[in-house]
Protein backbone atom coordinates (compact mmCIF):
# COMPACT_ATOMS: atom_id res chain seq x y z
CA UNK A 1 0.00 0.00 0.00
CA UNK A 2 2.67 2.50 0.49
CA UNK A 3 4.67 2.09 -2.47
CA UNK A 4 1.00 2.28 -4.46
CA UNK A 5 0.53 5.36 -2.28
CA UNK A 6 3.93 6.87 -3.53
CA UNK A 7 3.07 5.74 -7.11
CA UNK A 8 -0.15 7.55 -7.02
CA UNK A 9 1.04 10.24 -5.96
CA UNK A 10 3.78 10.96 -8.17
CA UNK A 11 2.20 10.10 -11.07
CA UNK A 12 -0.83 12.82 -10.13
CA UNK A 13 2.21 14.95 -9.58
CA UNK A 14 3.53 14.45 -13.29
CA UNK A 15 0.04 15.15 -14.50
CA UNK A 16 -0.60 18.72 -12.93
CA UNK A 17 0.97 21.07 -15.25
CA UNK A 18 -0.84 19.26 -18.13
CA UNK A 19 -4.37 19.16 -16.68
CA UNK A 20 -3.49 22.89 -15.18
CA UNK A 21 -3.61 24.30 -18.57
CA UNK A 22 -6.45 22.55 -19.64
CA UNK A 23 -8.73 22.72 -17.21
CA UNK A 24 -7.98 26.91 -17.44
CA UNK A 25 -8.01 26.53 -21.52
CA UNK A 26 -10.97 26.85 -23.81
CA UNK A 27 -13.33 24.38 -23.85
CA UNK A 28 -14.36 22.50 -27.47
CA UNK A 29 -17.89 22.88 -26.24
CA UNK A 30 -17.00 26.72 -25.06
CA UNK A 31 -21.31 27.50 -24.35
CA UNK A 32 -21.26 24.75 -21.43
CA UNK A 33 -18.34 25.35 -19.48
CA UNK A 34 -17.78 27.79 -16.70
CA UNK A 35 -15.87 30.76 -16.91
CA UNK A 36 -12.39 30.90 -16.45
CA UNK A 37 -12.36 33.72 -13.84
CA UNK A 38 -11.97 33.53 -10.30
CA UNK A 39 -15.04 31.57 -8.85
CA UNK A 40 -16.55 32.22 -4.82
CA UNK A 41 -15.67 28.68 -4.27
CA UNK A 42 -11.86 29.52 -3.70
CA UNK A 43 -12.30 31.03 -0.47
CA UNK A 44 -14.39 28.17 0.22
CA UNK A 45 -11.27 25.94 -0.62
CA UNK A 46 -9.19 27.34 1.51
CA UNK A 47 -11.83 27.52 4.70
CA UNK A 48 -11.95 23.29 4.13
CA UNK A 49 -8.03 23.00 2.97
CA UNK A 50 -6.79 22.17 6.35
CA UNK A 51 -9.66 20.12 7.89
CA UNK A 52 -8.41 17.19 9.87
CA UNK A 53 -9.14 13.56 8.68
CA UNK A 54 -8.93 10.41 10.26
CA UNK A 55 -6.01 8.64 12.03
CA UNK A 56 -5.63 5.46 10.21
CA UNK A 57 -6.98 4.98 6.38
CA UNK A 58 -6.18 1.46 5.06
CA UNK A 59 -6.12 1.18 0.95
CA UNK A 60 -8.30 -1.64 -0.62
CA UNK A 61 -6.28 -3.25 -3.42
CA UNK A 62 -8.96 -6.11 -3.65
CA UNK A 63 -11.46 -3.96 -5.73
CA UNK A 64 -14.07 -7.42 -4.68
CA UNK A 65 -16.03 -5.16 -2.86
CA UNK A 66 -17.56 -2.82 -6.10
CA UNK A 67 -18.42 -6.69 -7.70
CA UNK A 68 -22.23 -6.09 -7.13
CA UNK A 69 -23.34 -2.25 -6.49
CA UNK A 70 -27.05 -0.52 -6.01
CA UNK A 71 -26.99 2.68 -8.58
CA UNK A 72 -27.19 6.43 -7.39
CA UNK A 73 -30.88 7.20 -7.92
CA UNK A 74 -32.06 10.56 -6.59
CA UNK A 75 -35.02 10.06 -4.25
CA UNK A 76 -34.64 6.58 -3.69
CA UNK A 77 -30.89 5.81 -2.29
CA UNK A 78 -31.15 8.14 0.95
CA UNK A 79 -29.82 6.72 4.23
CA UNK A 80 -33.10 5.19 5.32
CA UNK A 81 -32.90 3.20 1.68
CA UNK A 82 -29.40 2.28 2.56
CA UNK A 83 -30.27 1.19 5.91
CA UNK A 84 -32.72 -1.08 4.87
CA UNK A 85 -30.97 -2.89 2.30
CA UNK A 86 -28.17 -3.11 4.81
CA UNK A 87 -29.90 -5.61 6.94
CA UNK A 88 -30.59 -7.68 3.71
CA UNK A 89 -27.26 -7.68 2.66
CA UNK A 90 -23.68 -6.67 3.76
CA UNK A 91 -21.40 -6.61 0.93
CA UNK A 92 -23.23 -4.77 -1.71
CA UNK A 93 -21.80 -1.72 -2.16
CA UNK A 94 -23.99 1.36 -1.73
CA UNK A 95 -24.41 4.48 -3.23
CA UNK A 96 -25.80 7.98 -1.99
CA UNK A 97 -28.21 10.12 -4.24
CA UNK A 98 -25.91 12.14 -6.72
CA UNK A 99 -24.99 15.72 -4.55
CA UNK A 100 -23.77 18.49 -6.60
CA UNK A 101 -20.88 20.12 -5.25
CA UNK A 102 -22.31 23.70 -4.81
CA UNK A 103 -24.60 22.04 -2.38
CA UNK A 104 -21.90 20.68 0.41
CA UNK A 105 -19.95 23.81 -0.23
CA UNK A 106 -21.84 26.98 0.31
CA UNK A 107 -25.35 25.05 1.91
CA UNK A 108 -25.44 26.25 5.31
CA UNK A 109 -26.35 22.64 6.85
CA UNK A 110 -23.57 21.04 4.33
CA UNK A 111 -23.36 18.01 6.46
CA UNK A 112 -27.46 17.27 6.02
CA UNK A 113 -26.39 16.04 2.73
CA UNK A 114 -22.98 13.60 3.92
CA UNK A 115 -24.10 12.24 6.80
CA UNK A 116 -24.64 8.28 7.00
CA UNK A 117 -26.11 5.73 9.54
CA UNK A 118 -23.19 3.52 10.99
CA UNK A 119 -24.22 0.86 9.45
CA UNK A 120 -23.74 1.99 5.40
CA UNK A 121 -20.24 0.53 4.98
CA UNK A 122 -19.21 -0.12 2.37
CA UNK A 123 -20.62 2.83 0.99
CA UNK A 124 -19.71 5.59 -2.13
CA UNK A 125 -20.71 9.15 -2.28
CA UNK A 126 -21.41 10.36 -6.43
CA UNK A 127 -21.02 14.02 -6.85
CA UNK A 128 -21.95 16.35 -9.30
CA UNK A 129 -19.97 19.46 -10.54
CA UNK A 130 -18.16 21.04 -13.37
CA UNK A 131 -15.26 22.92 -11.42
CA UNK A 132 -12.28 21.60 -10.19
CA UNK A 133 -12.32 24.86 -7.51
CA UNK A 134 -16.04 23.86 -6.10
CA UNK A 135 -15.19 19.73 -6.38
CA UNK A 136 -12.08 20.13 -3.79
CA UNK A 137 -13.27 21.61 -1.04
CA UNK A 138 -16.55 18.97 -1.45
CA UNK A 139 -13.92 15.99 -1.60
CA UNK A 140 -12.79 17.41 1.53
CA UNK A 141 -16.40 17.53 3.23
CA UNK A 142 -16.73 13.84 1.45
CA UNK A 143 -13.35 12.43 3.13
CA UNK A 144 -14.10 13.60 6.87
CA UNK A 145 -17.36 11.24 6.43
CA UNK A 146 -15.35 8.02 5.59
CA UNK A 147 -16.74 6.87 2.30
CA UNK A 148 -15.25 4.13 0.48
CA UNK A 149 -15.62 5.41 -2.80
CA UNK A 150 -16.12 9.03 -4.45
CA UNK A 151 -17.77 9.23 -7.68
CA UNK A 152 -18.09 11.66 -9.76
CA UNK A 153 -21.60 11.86 -12.12
CA UNK A 154 -20.96 12.32 -16.02
CA UNK A 155 -24.19 10.62 -16.96
CA UNK A 156 -26.65 12.43 -15.79
CA UNK A 157 -28.96 13.32 -18.96
CA UNK A 158 -31.33 15.62 -16.55
CA UNK A 159 -31.73 19.02 -18.63
CA UNK A 160 -31.29 20.76 -14.76
CA UNK A 161 -27.77 19.10 -14.95
CA UNK A 162 -26.34 18.41 -18.09
CA UNK A 163 -28.34 21.77 -19.46
CA UNK A 164 -28.39 24.75 -16.92
CA UNK A 165 -26.01 22.91 -14.56
CA UNK A 166 -23.45 22.49 -16.92
CA UNK A 167 -22.61 18.56 -16.25
CA UNK A 168 -23.32 14.89 -15.71
CA UNK A 169 -23.32 13.61 -19.38
CA UNK A 170 -22.75 17.08 -21.01
CA UNK A 171 -19.05 16.60 -19.63
CA UNK A 172 -18.59 13.30 -21.72
CA UNK A 173 -18.01 16.10 -24.84
CA UNK A 174 -15.14 17.42 -23.08
CA UNK A 175 -12.58 14.38 -21.68
CA UNK A 176 -9.91 16.90 -20.84
CA UNK A 177 -12.42 18.64 -18.42
CA UNK A 178 -13.12 16.07 -16.89
CA UNK A 179 -9.58 14.44 -16.45
CA UNK A 180 -8.85 18.06 -15.00
CA UNK A 181 -11.91 17.32 -12.24
CA UNK A 182 -11.07 13.58 -11.85
CA UNK A 183 -7.41 14.74 -11.13
CA UNK A 184 -8.17 17.48 -8.44
CA UNK A 185 -10.22 14.46 -7.17
CA UNK A 186 -7.32 12.29 -6.87
CA UNK A 187 -5.23 14.81 -5.78
CA UNK A 188 -7.10 15.81 -3.24
CA UNK A 189 -7.50 12.79 -1.52
CA UNK A 190 -3.89 11.94 -2.05
CA UNK A 191 -2.86 15.01 -0.19
CA UNK A 192 -5.28 14.92 2.47
CA UNK A 193 -4.50 11.16 3.24
CA UNK A 194 -0.44 10.81 2.35
CA UNK A 195 0.38 11.73 6.04
CA UNK A 196 -1.39 9.20 7.87
CA UNK A 197 0.36 5.30 8.72
CA UNK A 198 0.42 3.44 5.27
CA UNK A 199 -1.48 -0.39 6.16
CA UNK A 200 -0.63 -3.67 4.58
CA UNK A 201 -2.95 -4.28 1.77
CA UNK A 202 -3.53 -7.66 3.08
CA UNK A 203 -4.75 -5.99 6.36
CA UNK A 204 -7.90 -6.64 7.63
CA UNK A 205 -9.85 -3.63 8.64
CA UNK A 206 -8.33 -2.23 12.11
CA UNK A 207 -11.10 -0.51 14.64
CA UNK A 208 -11.44 2.88 13.99
CA UNK A 209 -12.20 5.87 16.83
CA UNK A 210 -16.12 6.38 18.05
CA UNK A 211 -17.72 9.09 16.23
CA UNK A 212 -20.05 11.61 17.72
CA UNK A 213 -22.02 13.83 15.34
CA UNK A 214 -25.60 13.34 15.26
CA UNK A 215 -27.52 12.40 12.31
CA UNK A 216 -29.58 14.80 10.33
CA UNK A 217 -33.13 15.13 10.52
CA UNK A 218 -33.15 14.23 6.21
CA UNK A 219 -31.40 13.34 3.78
CA UNK A 220 -31.17 15.15 0.43
CA UNK A 221 -34.00 13.25 -0.85
CA UNK A 222 -35.91 14.18 1.38
CA UNK A 223 -35.61 17.84 1.97
CA UNK A 224 -38.64 19.12 0.71
CA UNK A 225 -40.56 17.11 2.73
CA UNK A 226 -39.08 17.79 5.76
CA UNK A 227 -37.47 21.21 5.56
CA UNK A 228 -39.54 22.48 8.66
CA UNK A 229 -38.23 19.80 10.62
CA UNK A 230 -34.52 19.87 9.41
CA UNK A 231 -33.71 23.45 10.82
CA UNK A 232 -34.64 22.12 14.47
CA UNK A 233 -33.36 18.94 14.38
CA UNK A 234 -29.64 18.00 15.60
CA UNK A 235 -26.57 18.88 12.58
CA UNK A 236 -23.25 18.69 12.67
CA UNK A 237 -20.66 21.37 11.27
CA UNK A 238 -17.62 20.79 9.43
CA UNK A 239 -15.36 20.85 13.16
CA UNK A 240 -17.23 18.50 15.10
CA UNK A 241 -17.08 16.19 11.21
CA UNK A 242 -13.31 16.61 11.95
CA UNK A 243 -13.38 16.05 15.88
CA UNK A 244 -15.09 12.84 14.83
CA UNK A 245 -13.32 11.59 11.74
CA UNK A 246 -9.72 11.88 13.79
CA UNK A 247 -10.70 10.79 17.32
CA UNK A 248 -10.84 13.63 19.57
CA UNK A 249 -14.70 12.74 20.34
CA UNK A 250 -13.83 9.62 21.99
CA UNK A 251 -16.57 8.57 24.38
CA UNK A 252 -20.36 8.13 25.24
CA UNK A 253 -22.82 8.33 22.30
CA UNK A 254 -24.17 12.21 22.17
CA UNK A 255 -27.41 12.51 23.43
CA UNK A 256 -30.47 14.48 22.44
CA UNK A 257 -34.50 15.13 23.20
CA UNK A 258 -33.95 15.36 26.95
CA UNK A 259 -31.28 12.78 27.11
CA UNK A 260 -32.30 10.33 25.28
CA UNK A 261 -29.61 8.48 23.70
CA UNK A 262 -28.84 7.51 20.12
CA UNK A 263 -29.13 4.12 19.21
CA UNK A 264 -25.95 2.41 16.96
CA UNK A 265 -27.54 3.82 14.19
CA UNK A 266 -27.96 7.10 14.30
CA UNK A 267 -24.84 9.02 14.31
CA UNK A 268 -21.68 9.13 12.30
CA UNK A 269 -20.16 6.05 11.87
CA UNK A 270 -17.71 3.89 13.45
CA UNK A 271 -15.61 1.99 11.02
CA UNK A 272 -12.21 1.53 9.59
CA UNK A 273 -10.92 5.04 7.84
CA UNK A 274 -10.23 4.07 4.54
CA UNK A 275 -8.35 5.93 1.47
CA UNK A 276 -11.27 6.16 -0.88
CA UNK A 277 -10.63 5.18 -4.30
CA UNK A 278 -11.96 8.16 -7.14
CA UNK A 279 -14.56 6.71 -9.79
CA UNK A 280 -16.09 7.92 -12.85
CA UNK A 281 -20.11 7.17 -13.94
CA UNK A 282 -20.60 7.34 -17.32
CA UNK A 283 -22.65 6.44 -20.73
CA UNK A 284 -21.56 5.21 -23.75
CA UNK A 285 -21.74 8.41 -25.52
CA UNK A 286 -23.82 11.70 -25.76
CA UNK A 287 -25.79 13.08 -28.80
CA UNK A 288 -23.89 12.41 -31.92
CA UNK A 289 -21.00 11.80 -30.10
CA UNK A 290 -21.62 7.94 -30.18
CA UNK A 291 -19.29 5.96 -31.31
CA UNK A 292 -17.10 3.63 -29.64
CA UNK A 293 -13.99 5.31 -30.70
CA UNK A 294 -15.14 8.63 -28.90
CA UNK A 295 -16.08 6.45 -25.70
CA UNK A 296 -12.50 4.75 -25.71
CA UNK A 297 -10.87 8.71 -26.31
CA UNK A 298 -12.69 8.75 -23.15
CA UNK A 299 -11.60 6.38 -20.63
CA UNK A 300 -7.79 6.74 -22.32
CA UNK A 301 -7.87 10.55 -21.81
CA UNK A 302 -9.93 10.22 -17.99
CA UNK A 303 -7.90 7.68 -17.21
CA UNK A 304 -3.87 8.72 -18.31
CA UNK A 305 -4.38 12.61 -17.25
CA UNK A 306 -6.69 12.43 -14.65
CA UNK A 307 -5.82 9.01 -12.54
CA UNK A 308 -9.38 7.19 -13.02
CA UNK A 309 -9.01 3.22 -12.64
CA UNK A 310 -12.67 2.37 -12.30
CA UNK A 311 -15.39 3.32 -14.85
CA UNK A 312 -19.14 2.66 -14.31
CA UNK A 313 -20.70 2.80 -17.98
CA UNK A 314 -24.17 2.74 -18.10
CA UNK A 315 -24.39 0.98 -21.47
CA UNK A 316 -26.40 3.49 -23.71
CA UNK A 317 -26.23 6.96 -24.95
CA UNK A 318 -27.77 9.43 -23.88
CA UNK A 319 -29.75 12.21 -25.29
CA UNK A 320 -29.59 15.56 -23.62
CA UNK A 321 -32.47 16.85 -25.85
CA UNK A 322 -35.91 15.12 -27.02
CA UNK A 323 -35.92 12.71 -24.06
CA UNK A 324 -36.50 12.93 -20.68
CA UNK A 325 -34.47 11.20 -17.82
CA UNK A 326 -37.36 7.95 -17.77
CA UNK A 327 -36.54 7.84 -21.52
CA UNK A 328 -33.08 8.50 -21.74
CA UNK A 329 -33.47 5.24 -19.33
CA UNK A 330 -35.10 3.01 -21.41
CA UNK A 331 -34.94 4.63 -25.52
CA UNK A 332 -31.59 4.38 -26.15
CA UNK A 333 -30.86 0.82 -26.98
CA UNK A 334 -28.51 -1.06 -24.74
CA UNK A 335 -24.45 -1.69 -26.06
CA UNK A 336 -22.86 -4.30 -23.84
CA UNK A 337 -20.63 -5.44 -26.79
CA UNK A 338 -18.96 -1.72 -26.36
CA UNK A 339 -18.40 -2.03 -22.35
CA UNK A 340 -16.56 -5.71 -22.92
CA UNK A 341 -14.69 -4.04 -25.74
CA UNK A 342 -13.46 -1.49 -23.36
CA UNK A 343 -12.79 -4.50 -20.88
CA UNK A 344 -10.50 -5.74 -23.67
CA UNK A 345 -8.99 -2.83 -24.76
CA UNK A 346 -8.07 -1.58 -21.56
CA UNK A 347 -7.30 -4.48 -19.11
CA UNK A 348 -5.33 -2.42 -16.59
CA UNK A 349 -8.50 -0.95 -15.81
CA UNK A 350 -11.96 -2.13 -14.00
CA UNK A 351 -15.30 -1.52 -15.55
CA UNK A 352 -18.45 -2.37 -13.93
CA UNK A 353 -21.40 -2.99 -16.30
CA UNK A 354 -24.98 -0.86 -15.63
CA UNK A 355 -28.04 -0.30 -17.62
CA UNK A 356 -30.85 -3.11 -18.00
CA UNK A 357 -29.34 -5.67 -15.78
CA UNK A 358 -32.42 -7.14 -13.62
CA UNK A 359 -31.25 -10.34 -12.45
CA UNK A 360 -28.47 -11.87 -10.69
CA UNK A 361 -28.07 -14.39 -13.27
CA UNK A 362 -27.36 -11.56 -15.61
CA UNK A 363 -25.18 -9.91 -13.49
CA UNK A 364 -23.30 -13.00 -13.16
CA UNK A 365 -22.92 -13.39 -16.77
CA UNK A 366 -21.60 -10.33 -17.43
CA UNK A 367 -19.02 -11.01 -14.62
CA UNK A 368 -17.64 -14.41 -16.28
CA UNK A 369 -17.39 -12.68 -19.54
CA UNK A 370 -14.65 -9.94 -17.73
CA UNK A 371 -16.27 -7.25 -16.41
CA UNK A 372 -14.75 -6.03 -13.09
CA UNK A 373 -18.73 -5.15 -11.53
CA UNK A 374 -22.25 -5.14 -12.10
CA UNK A 375 -24.41 -1.76 -10.89
CA UNK A 376 -28.28 -2.62 -10.35
CA UNK A 377 -30.43 0.54 -10.41
CA UNK A 378 -34.31 0.10 -11.35
CA UNK A 379 -33.92 -3.49 -10.40
CA UNK A 380 -32.28 -2.34 -7.26
CA UNK A 381 -35.48 -0.36 -6.01
CA UNK A 382 -38.41 -2.12 -7.65
CA UNK A 383 -37.33 -5.99 -5.82
CA UNK A 384 -34.77 -4.94 -3.16
CA UNK A 385 -35.32 -8.36 -1.62
CA UNK A 386 -32.91 -10.11 -4.00
CA UNK A 387 -30.04 -8.70 -2.26
CA UNK A 388 -31.25 -11.37 0.95
CA UNK A 389 -28.67 -13.45 -1.41
CA UNK A 390 -26.19 -11.12 -2.32
CA UNK A 391 -23.36 -11.64 0.00
CA UNK A 392 -23.36 -15.38 -0.73
CA UNK A 393 -23.79 -15.61 -4.57
CA UNK A 394 -21.32 -12.75 -5.46
CA UNK A 395 -18.91 -12.22 -2.51
CA UNK A 396 -18.48 -15.68 -1.08
CA UNK A 397 -20.01 -14.72 2.40
CA UNK A 398 -22.73 -15.95 4.49
CA UNK A 399 -26.06 -14.15 4.20
CA UNK A 400 -27.36 -11.87 6.50
CA UNK A 401 -29.87 -14.24 7.08
CA UNK A 402 -32.74 -12.03 8.65
CA UNK A 403 -36.20 -12.68 7.23
CA UNK A 404 -38.56 -10.11 6.52
CA UNK A 405 -40.63 -9.89 9.34
CA UNK A 406 -37.06 -9.31 11.40
CA UNK A 407 -35.78 -6.81 8.85
CA UNK A 408 -39.21 -4.85 9.49
CA UNK A 409 -38.79 -5.29 13.30
CA UNK A 410 -35.53 -3.63 13.05
CA UNK A 411 -36.04 -1.18 10.39
CA UNK A 412 -39.40 0.34 12.65
CA UNK A 413 -37.12 0.60 15.31
CA UNK A 414 -34.77 2.85 13.29
CA UNK A 415 -37.65 4.56 12.03
CA UNK A 416 -39.41 5.60 15.41
CA UNK A 417 -36.05 7.23 16.59
CA UNK A 418 -35.69 8.96 12.68
CA UNK A 419 -39.17 10.35 13.43
CA UNK A 420 -39.38 10.89 16.96
CA UNK A 421 -35.48 12.69 17.31
CA UNK A 422 -35.23 13.89 14.12
CA UNK A 423 -38.19 15.13 12.64
CA UNK A 424 -38.08 12.94 9.61
CA UNK A 425 -41.57 12.18 8.01
CA UNK A 426 -43.72 9.03 8.24
CA UNK A 427 -43.94 9.06 4.20
CA UNK A 428 -40.18 9.36 4.03
CA UNK A 429 -39.47 6.45 6.24
CA UNK A 430 -42.27 4.75 4.33
CA UNK A 431 -40.50 4.78 1.02
CA UNK A 432 -38.04 2.17 1.11
CA UNK A 433 -40.41 -0.55 2.46
CA UNK A 434 -43.29 -0.23 -0.35
CA UNK A 435 -41.58 -3.11 -2.69
CA UNK A 436 -39.96 -5.26 -0.24
CA UNK A 437 -42.74 -7.79 -1.08
CA UNK A 438 -42.97 -7.19 -4.94
CA UNK A 439 -44.18 -10.11 -6.68
CA UNK A 440 -44.99 -11.66 -3.27
CA UNK A 441 -48.94 -12.80 -2.08
CA UNK A 442 -50.34 -10.35 -0.09
CA UNK A 443 -47.81 -7.68 -1.90
CA UNK A 444 -49.73 -5.26 -3.29
CA UNK A 445 -52.06 -5.36 0.15
CA UNK A 446 -48.96 -4.46 1.84
CA UNK A 447 -48.60 -1.71 -0.04
CA UNK A 448 -52.20 -0.16 0.63
CA UNK A 449 -51.84 -1.02 4.21
CA UNK A 450 -48.78 0.77 5.06
CA UNK A 451 -49.82 3.61 2.90
CA UNK A 452 -53.31 3.72 4.80
CA UNK A 453 -51.33 3.12 7.83
CA UNK A 454 -48.84 6.48 7.37
CA UNK A 455 -52.41 8.40 8.38
CA UNK A 456 -54.17 6.59 10.74
CA UNK A 457 -54.27 8.06 14.12
CA UNK A 458 -54.50 5.32 15.90
CA UNK A 459 -51.51 3.75 15.43
CA UNK A 460 -48.74 6.32 16.99
CA UNK A 461 -45.81 4.76 16.47
CA UNK A 462 -44.10 2.99 13.29
CA UNK A 463 -44.03 -0.52 15.00
CA UNK A 464 -47.43 0.04 15.71
CA UNK A 465 -47.87 1.01 11.82
CA UNK A 466 -45.92 -1.90 10.02
CA UNK A 467 -47.13 -4.17 12.28
CA UNK A 468 -50.99 -3.18 11.07
CA UNK A 469 -49.57 -3.49 7.41
CA UNK A 470 -47.70 -7.06 7.67
CA UNK A 471 -50.94 -8.41 8.97
CA UNK A 472 -52.18 -9.03 5.19
CA UNK A 473 -48.80 -10.69 4.80
CA UNK A 474 -48.44 -14.99 5.03
CA UNK A 475 -46.80 -15.79 7.72
CA UNK A 476 -44.58 -18.00 4.89
CA UNK A 477 -43.88 -14.96 3.16
CA UNK A 478 -43.00 -12.76 6.18
CA UNK A 479 -40.70 -15.82 7.19
CA UNK A 480 -38.99 -16.93 4.14
CA UNK A 481 -34.61 -16.44 4.10
CA UNK A 482 -32.53 -16.42 2.05
CA UNK A 483 -30.40 -19.74 1.08
CA UNK A 484 -27.41 -20.92 3.27
CA UNK A 485 -25.60 -21.96 0.74
Not at 204 to 219: G, R
Request: a negative charge.
Amino acid sequence: ASSSSSSSASSSSSRSSSLSAAAAAPSPSAEHTPPAESSPAASAAEEFHDLPLATVFTARSDPVYSKLSIAPMMDVTDRHYRYLLRLITKETLLYTEMIVDKTIIFSEHRDIFLLRNKVEPPVAVQLGGNNPDEMEPAIVCALAHNYDEIDLNVGCPSSRVSGKGCFGAMLMKTPMRVAALAQRMVETVERHTAHLPPAAASSSASSASSASCASSSASSASSSSSSASSSSAPSCDSSSCAAAADGSNDGPAPTHNGGRPHSDYSYLPTHTHLKPRVTIKCRLGVDDIDSYESVAHFVDVVSRHGGVQHFIIHARKAFLKGLNPAQNRNVPPLMYDRVYRLKEDFPHLQFSLNGGVKTFDEAEKALELGLDGVMLGRAAWHTPWIFSDADRRFFGRPNPGLSRREVLERYGAYAEEQRTIYGVSKAILARPLLPLFAGERGGKAFRRELSEGLHNKGLETYPEIIGQAISVLPDEVLDARAPDS
